[in-house]
């Protein structure tokens, strides 16, 4: 066999190894949302939207969402990700409470292949 062969070869098992697809894969968009005073509601609440994508081949489930402080709040459209779909996971907190702590956070735990996922929230400065 040729080198480039060999080389072909060794890349498609290193591939295999290493799990070859993403077959249960989660993506976030945005993980990170800016947000001012003037975001706010008319109940002074700063409600924030994010992605939550399965780009995989399988359906993902969403075993946990774990905000970091109790003033943020969460839905979530659905606990499960099919293939190709998204689900909007909202958080809501206080924008008193966000300025004065500067960034809220909630945890994502799923049975994709990344476990674990976070998304922030974060107060910016005009």
């Given at each position: 066999?040729?080198?480039?062969?060999?080389?072909?070869?060794?890349?498609?098992?290193?591939?295999?190894?290493?799990?070859?697809?993403?077959?249960?894969s989660?993506?976030?968009?945005?993980?990170?949302?800016?947000v001012?005073?003037?975001?706010?509601?008319?109940?002074?609440?700063?409600?924030?939207?994010?992605?939550?994508?399965n780009?995989?081949?399988?359906?993902i489930?969403?075993?946990?969402?774990?905000?970091?402080?109790?003033?943020?709040?969460?839905?979530i459209s659905?606990?499960?990700?099919?293939?190709d779909?998204?689900?909007?996971?909202?958080?809501?907190?206080?924008?008193?409470?966000?300025?004065?702590?500067?960034?809220?956070?909630?945890?994502?735990?799923?049975?994709?292949?990344?476990k674990?996922l976070?998304?922030?929230?974060?107060?910016?400065?005009?």
């Amino acid at each position: 066999m040729s080198l480039p062969g060999k080389i072909y070869l060794f890349m498609i098992l290193i591939w295999f190894a290493s799990g070859s697809s993403d077959s249960k894969s989660l993506l976030v968009e945005p993980k990170v949302k800016l947000v001012t005073e003037q975001d706010k509601n008319d109940m002074g609440e700063i409600v924030t939207e994010f992605q939550l994508i399965n780009k995989g081949e399988e359906p993902i489930t969403i075993l946990s969402v774990s905000p970091h402080c109790s003033c943020t709040d969460y839905t979530i459209s659905s606990l499960k990700v099919n293939s190709d779909k998204s689900e909007t996971l909202s958080l809501s907190v206080p924008w008193d409470q966000l300025k004065t702590l500067g960034e809220v956070y909630a945890v994502i735990k799923t049975d994709s292949k990344q476990k674990f996922l976070k998304v922030s929230v974060r107060a910016q400065e005009k």
